[in-house]
T-cell receptor, first 112, second 114 residues
Framework: RKEVEQDPGPFNVPEGATVAFNCTYS??????FFWYRQDCRKEPKLLMS???SGNEDGRFTAQLNRASQYISLLIRDSKLSDSATYLC?????????????FGTGTQLKVEL | EAGVTQFPSHSVIEKGQTVTLRCDPI?????LYWYRRVMGKEIKFLLH????????ESGMPNNRFLAERTGGTYSTLKVQPAELEDSGVYFC????????????FGPGTRLTVT
């Protein structure tokens, strides 16, 4: 079983739609959680950290459920520029430390 | 402020040859990481330097891979001899002193072994 699992998509949505991505992680001792965004042939960039209380940054809302080991990302009012791969990332999985453990990513395509 | 830089951006080598990848972290960042993404798979951790010391090298696939960070500034990752399965994108990332600091990724080196 992979340490971080995501639906690979692609999710094809019209501009203005709301889209939700989900992710599960296997190690209950994981400490920190993130969503990264990766554009085609580019490096991953931090989109937002994820907290148990839920956090929002403009059109983006992230949620963490530690009991279910489940992370979500909600994008409202999708823009063409949101098209990218969204990576669910966990830190402090095996043996702790700073290393990041990535999911395979969920591809989003926002269309006119 | 300059970001993380990596050289080369692309490298095509034959099986059995040697390749050295370089990473220059953001100035002042003590933590430097190497990650790799092979085709169709997730990005995977290779190793972590704190200054010039290897903090965690649990992700290094085998002894054909050698990473160094002499002087605690830039780092090199050498693959010798390269095998077909080493093809992929090698990312370097750096972060500041604290555990909680964000890791900033470089643009990656795309390695193709033929």
């Amino acid at each position: 079983r992979k340490e971080v699992e995501q639906d690979p998509g692609p999710f094809n949505v019209p501009e203005g739609a709301t889209v939700a991505f989900n992710c599960t992680y296997s190690n209950s001792a994981s400490q920190s959680f993130f969503w990264y965004r990766q554009d085609c042939r580019k490096e991953p960039k931090l989109l937002m950290s994820v907290y148990s209380s839920g956090n929002e940054d403009g059109r983006f809302t992230a949620q963490l459920n530690r009991a279910s080991q489940y992370i979500s990302l909600l994008i409202r009012d999708s823009k063409l520029s949101d098209s990218a791969t969204y990576l669910c990332v966990v830190k402090g999985v095996t043996g702790g430390g700073n290393k990041l453990t990535f999911g395979t990513g969920t591809q989003l395509k926002v269309e006119l | 402020e300059a970001g993380v830089t990596q050289f080369p951006s692309h490298s095509v080598i034959e099986k059995g040859q040697t390749v050295t990848l370089r990473c220059d972290p953001i100035s002042g960042h003590d933590n430097l990481y190497w990650y790799r993404r092979v085709m169709g798979k997730e990005i995977k951790f290779l190793l972590h330097f704190v200054k010039e010391s290897k903090q965690d090298e649990s992700g290094m696939p085998n002894n054909r891979f050698l990473a160094e960070r002499t002087g605690g500034t830039y780092s090199t990752l050498k693959v010798q001899p390269a095998e077909l399965e080493d093809s992929g994108v090698y990312f370097c990332a750096s972060s500041g002193r604290s555990y909680d600091y964000e890791q900033y990724f470089g643009p990656g080196t795309r390695l193709t072994v033929t």
